[in-house]
């Protein structure tokens, strides 16, 4: 499902990531941890190509993540939340920001709305879509 094969990953010459190797199993629970600094952000980034290696392979489901080509491919199998939401919000309301993921991904519009509505409801949220996020 997800493997990492002699990653180096870093920022500039500062190397966070010196020859990283594991592999995880479809459905596997698995907890990154460390201090501030010691790369987990940089291996999140790597996971769903917002970064891309200096060195080394990154296989999610198949695709060669560490190829920028498959950048689009690999954010349809791994998305990411971030931490502080302003990174993360792209609209004025919910609905919008719900959408969001679906356009990005060519899905026509009636089918981006079934989508949407559907969400919403699913998790109590259907009075809120007209509202900021």
């Given amino acids: 499902m997800l493997s990492f094969h002699q990653v180096c990953a870093g920022y500039g ?7 990283i190797d594991f592999s995880l199993a479809p459905h596997a629970m698995t907890a990154v941890v460390g201090r501030n600094g010691s790369g987990k ?3 999140a980034k790597l ?8 060195k080394g392979e990154i296989w999610i489901d ?7 080509k498959n950048s689009l491919e690999v954010r349809k199998k791994c998305g990411m939340v971030f931490q502080n939401p ?3 919000l792209v609209s004025a309301i919910v609905e919008d920001d719900v959408a969001f993921g679906p356009e990005n991904l060519g899905i026509e519009p009636a089918e981006i ?9 699913d998790v109590n949220m259907g009075e809120y879509k007209g509202k900021q996020p």
Avoid: F, M, Y
């Fill in 86 to 88: 302003d990174n993360q």
């Fill in 41 to 43: 952000s940089t291996l």
């Fill in 47 to 54: 996971l769903n190509a917002l970064n891309i290696p200096q």
């Fill in 62 to 68: 198949g695709v060669a993540a560490h190829e920028e």
């Fill in 13 to 19: 010459k500062t190397l966070v990531l010196d020859r």
């Fill in 113 to 121: 709305r079934r989508r949407v509505d559907k969400a919403l409801d």
